[in-house]
C-alpha cells in the first residue's frame, strides 16, 4: 500500500502573498480522501505539488507507493494524441521511459532499415518486455473493452479526439485503477461521465484498495466514496487545510460546529482583553493618587502584554459568499446562434439561429 504525506507546505504567489500556509495532512494506506474547498482557494495548486507538477516553497510532500494521475484536462483531449499514447501517458514512469525509447527506434527504423537500428528496435522491444509492456497491453485490452467496446488492437491508434469525454475518462480512469501505482490523484473524476458512467465509477473507487484523493464537486460521489474530507479553507493571511474524519454527509454540521467554536473562542478572548485594558486604565488612575496601587498598575501591565503576545485564538475562516445579480431585460432578439455544430459520430455539421419567443422542440 502506498500513502501521500503532507508536511508544513507553503506557497506563495508572484506578487508575495501566501496562498497556501502550513498544509499538513495524511493520507493513509488505502484510504478514500476527498480534496474540497472554494473556487481559487488553490486545490488545483496543492494537487499540482503532490503530483510535482510544482515545488513547494516550504514544507515537504512524500509519496510511497507509485502515483497515477488524471489530470482535469482528461475529457477534452482534442489534438491528435492516440489511444495507445493517451494510456501511456498515466501508466508509470518507467513505462513511459520504455514506451518513448521503443517509439523512436520505430521512427529510426521505419525511416533508415540498416543493422544499427534494427538493433537498437531489438533491444526496445526487449526492454519493453522486461518492463512488463506486453502484459500492460493485456490490461489495456480489457480496459478499452470495457470504455470502449473494442479491443486494444482495434483502437490503439484511434485519435483519442473522436472519444468522447466520458469515453476518454472512462477509459484513464480503468488504466489507473487496473495499474501498478498504489497512490491515485484523481481531479474530478465523474466530469463528463453519464449516470451509468457516475455508478461505475463510485463502485470502482469504493472496491479499489489503492490509496486515493481526489477533487469532485459531486456531493453523492463524495458522501459515497470520501472516508475523510481534506477542506481548503480561506484564511485573511495564507489559506490553510482542515481534516474531517467523517463522510461528506456528517461534514456539513461538523465544520458548521468548528466555525461557531472558533467564533466563540474569539468572542471571549476579545472580552477578556477589554477587560484586561480597562482594568489597567483603572489601576492607572489610581496608581497616581495611592503608592500600593502602583504595583498593581505595573502587574496588571504585565499580565496585559503576556496576554497580547500570546495572541487571539486563531480566527474563524472567511465564508466564500458569491452573489449573482440578474436583470430581466432583454438584450436582443436572436438569444442562441449555432455555427458549424457537429457532434462527433452523431451529427453532420449545421448551423441554426433561435430567436426570442422561439419554441423549439
Not at 500513502?3 to 484510504?31: A, C, K, M
Not at 509519496?63 to 484536462?73: A, E, S
Not at 458512467?197 to 470520501?226: M, P, Y
Not at 451529427?347 to 419567443?357: A, C, I, K, L, R
Request: with cysteine; hydrophobic share 35%.
Amino acid at each position: 500500500m502506498g500513502h501521500i504525506d503532507v508536511s508544513e507546505v507553503q506557497y506563495w504567489l508572484p506578487d508575495g502573498r501566501i496562498l497556501l500556509d502550513n498544509i499538513n495532512f495524511r493520507v493513509g494506506d488505502g484510504t478514500k480522501v476527498a480534496l474540497v474547498g472554494p473556487n481559487g482557494s488553490g486545490k488545483t495548486t496543492l494537487m499540482k505539488m503532490i503530483c510535482k507538477d510544482l515545488e513547494p516553497h516550504a514544507g515537504a510532500i512524500s509519496i510511497t507507493g507509485g502515483l497515477g494521475v488524471m489530470r482535469q484536462f482528461i475529457g477534452q483531449v482534442r489534438d491528435n494524441t492516440t489511444v495507445r499514447e493517451l494510456l501511456i501517458s498515466v501508466a508509470s514512469e518507467k513505462i513511459r521511459k520504455v514506451a518513448a525509447s521503443l517509439a523512436s527506434a520505430e521512427a529510426k527504423l521505419a525511416t533508415e532499415d540498416n543493422e544499427k537500428n534494427q538493433l537498437q528496435y531489438a533491444q526496445a522491444i526487449s526492454d519493453w518486455n522486461d518492463v512488463g509492456g506486453y502484459d500492460l497491453e493485456v490490461t489495456w485490452d480489457i480496459c478499452c473493452n470495457e470504455a470502449l467496446r473494442k479491443s486494444y488492437d482495434e483502437v490503439k491508434d484511434r485519435s483519442v479526439n473522436t472519444l468522447s469525454g466520458g469515453e476518454q475518462k472512462r477509459l484513464v480512469l480503468s488504466s489507473l485503477l487496473r495499474g501498478s501505482d498504489e497512490v491515485l490523484l484523481l481531479d474530478e473524476p465523474d466530469n463528463y461521465l453519464d449516470v451509468p458512467g457516475k455508478e461505475w465509477l463510485e463502485q470502482q473507487l469504493v472496491q479499489s484498495e489503492k490509496t486515493i484523493l481526489f477533487v469532485s464537486h459531486d456531493r453523492e460521489l463524495l458522501n459515497r466514496v470520501a472516508q475523510r474530507i481534506v477542506t481548503v479553507e480561506l484564511g485573511a493571511t495564507g489559506n490553510t487545510v482542515w481534516v474531517h474524519g467523517g463522510n461528506f454527509a456528517s461534514w456539513h454540521d461538523a465544520r458548521k460546529a468548528r466555525i461557531e467554536r472558533f467564533a466563540e473562542m474569539l468572542r471571549r478572548w476579545e472580552e477578556e482583553h477589554e477587560r484586561l485594558v480597562e482594568l489597567v486604565r483603572t489601576l492607572q488612575s489610581q496608581a497616581k493618587s495611592s503608592p500600593d496601587m502602583a504595583s498593581k498598575y505595573r502587574a496588571m501591565q504585565t499580565r496585559l502584554r503576556k496576554f497580547e503576545e500570546i495572541g487571539p485564538p486563531e480566527s474563524p475562516p472567511i465564508e466564500q459568499n458569491v452573489k449573482v445579480q440578474l436583470k430581466g431585460a432583454r438584450t436582443g432578439e436572436r438569444v442562441i446562434t449555432c455555427e458549424e455544430l457537429q457532434l462527433k459520430g452523431l451529427t453532420d455539421p449545421f448551423t441554426v439561429e433561435f430567436y426570442y419567443q422561439d419554441r423549439i422542440a
